[in-house]
């Protein structure tokens, strides 16, 4: 096939002249993302081959390479992975096709603040994982070499980032991708930008990529292209080839114990797990033993990602079967409301052949799938009783809708879910603001004879605060959380209890506020006017017709004239239209 000259998308493009004016002021990360791909691919390639016998690729050296060569001032970064057929290189890299590119894109239309060569993006950038794009911070051409395993011929893929792309078919082409940036020249008397420097290349690699599985190994320059300025290196003869120095210590974190790791290499798993740029808010260990032993490191991000709520929105959980990857997204691990935790679980008595079949009606993950739930809502909690509350409040304005999910779906846990749930409530703080309270906190501020814990929903908190079935509650200083959430109306009708407390909507029948002396005062005053009005009352009855059960005298108005009330059982108003908004 001849050479093919395409235009990159326009998204793309614009990402590109981001990248190629380099507003990000970090710019190591590029290497991070390429050797994250082609950490990808070697652990795509294993698990293929592993499937299938007759794929005929060579998995018997998987590893990352990388190459210099300080004259023509060029990175190479190779693999021997998966690799790419021509249609995957089009389709992969000539688009957006991760989804954290998308959404930084889609964050830097919210924001506004999109001109190509704007600095005010450069913020943005550094919560985004780029990819390969990344590559155009350093390189001002960048070839793709690739072959896909199983495939005979291989593509090139040449850019300059500016605009278009070629592609052509490459008869002969090793196994795998290999990635050769042309560097730019500006940046060739700039020591800290030197990706040429077997130094440099160290350094970035310990920091960001020591725990890749595959060994990342270095291949020095020729021996005419550097002079050797490492001090104290054995140097062989000089015609010999150089030996390549593995990089990374390919230590599993999730099997090292606590002290021996730190904060910033936790990190920088989740960040090559998650495609997150950010630093996650919370790190979750857990190692079991006995019958059934596996390591768990999970995490809990510091941001939803846009797609939470999608219905095909991938759940963050890797499996390792004795440190070997097996797949990606394996929901069977996690429960749908934790969906946004990400991480890594690494059984040891599973076999590498497992499939989802098998791991939806396997015990042992059955049980798995409950321990790490508990130990998450665990993590939760402890968040919540931190003396610092930012945590919490971070994590609960990210993924607080999420979790109450569980309400609906997790029976075993319901009370835990309660428990570490916050809402708004007309309770104001000291410094009269507005605050979100937990249940435990509701409990202990009830009045003496109050026995449920009362609620209304509704669009939002200024709806519900204008809604006259407020108004006697407010009149008697009685607290009312208000639930503005869709799924709010869902969970809140299975009543549950916290603490021995129903929930009951101030929305639904009778109202039983104060104590029951007062209470049966009222309802003897209110029988008593019932009967007064009974001539109006069965007037308005008829005139509403159908759309109304029952005309009733309210205790609870005190400026409204009127009010619509939904039986204890009915669905109410928000419900409906929720049920609506479904199709249902
Ligand atoms: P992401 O890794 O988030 O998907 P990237 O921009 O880094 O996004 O890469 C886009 C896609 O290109 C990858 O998902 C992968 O399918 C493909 N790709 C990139 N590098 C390689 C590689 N070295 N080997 C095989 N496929 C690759
Ligand atoms: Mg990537």
Known sequence: ?????????????????????????????????????????????????????????????????????????????????????????????????NSGTADFLKQLKDTDKGDANGTGADGLIGQFGVGF???????????????????????????????????????????????????????????????????????????????????????????????????????AAPEAAPEPETLNSMKALWARSRDEVSDDEYHELYKHISHDWTDPLETIRLQAEGTFEYQALLFIPARAPQDLFMRDYKRGIQLYVKRVFIMDDCEELMPPYLRFVKGVVDAQ?????????????????????????????????????????????????EFGRVVKEGLLSDMENRETILGVS????????????????????YVERMKDGQEHIFYLTGESRQAIENSPHMEAFRARGIEVLLLTDPVDEVWVDTAPEFAGKQFRSVAKGEVDLGTAEEREEARAEREKKQEEYADLLTWMTERLGEHVKDVRLSSRLTVSPACVVSDTDDVTPALENLYRAMGQ
Do not use: C
């Open 422 to 441: 916050s809402f708004a409530t007309t309770h104001e703080a000291e410094d009269g603001k507005e605050q979100l309270t937990t249940l435990a906190q």
């Open 349 to 397: 008595d599973l076999s590498l052949n497992v499939s989802r079949e098998i791991l939806q009606q396997d015990r042992q993950i059955q049980l798995m799938h409950r321990r790490l739930a508990k130990k998450v809502l665990a993590t939760v909690k402890d968040l919540q009783a931190a003396e610092d509350g930012t945590r919490y409040a971070t994590f609960w304005r």
């Open 133 to 235: 794009y990344s590559s155009f911070m350093v390189a001002d051409e960048v070839t793709l070499l690739t072959r896909r395993a199983g495939e005979t011929e291989g593509t090139r893929w040449t850019s300059s980032g500016e605009g278009t792309y070629t592609v052509e078919t490459v008869p002969d082409a090793p196994q795998g991708t290999s990635i050769v940036l042309r560097l730019k020249p500006e940046d060739a008397e700039d020591q800290l930008h030197d990706y040429t420097s077997p130094w440099k290349l160290r350094e970035i690699v310990k920091r960001y990529s020591d725990f890749i599985t595959w060994p990342i190994r270095m291949v020095p320059p020729s021996k005419d292209a550097e002079d050797g300025a490492e001090d104290g290196e054995e140097s």
């Open 1 to 97: 096939m001849p050479t093919e000259t395409f235009e990159f998308q326009v998204e793309a493009r614009r990402l590109l002249q981001m990248m190629i004016h380099s507003i990000y002021s970090n710019k190591d990360v590029f290497l991070r993302e390429l050797v994250s791909n082609a950490s990808d691919a070697l652990d795509k390639l294993r698990l293929e081959a592993l499937r299938d016998d007759t794929l005929g690729a060579d998995v018997s050296d998987l590893h990352i390479g990388l190459e210099t060569d300080p004259e023509a001032r060029t990175l190479t970064v190779r693999d021997n992975g998966i690799g790419m057929s021509r249609d995957e290189v089009v389709a992969l890299i000539g688009t957006i096709a």
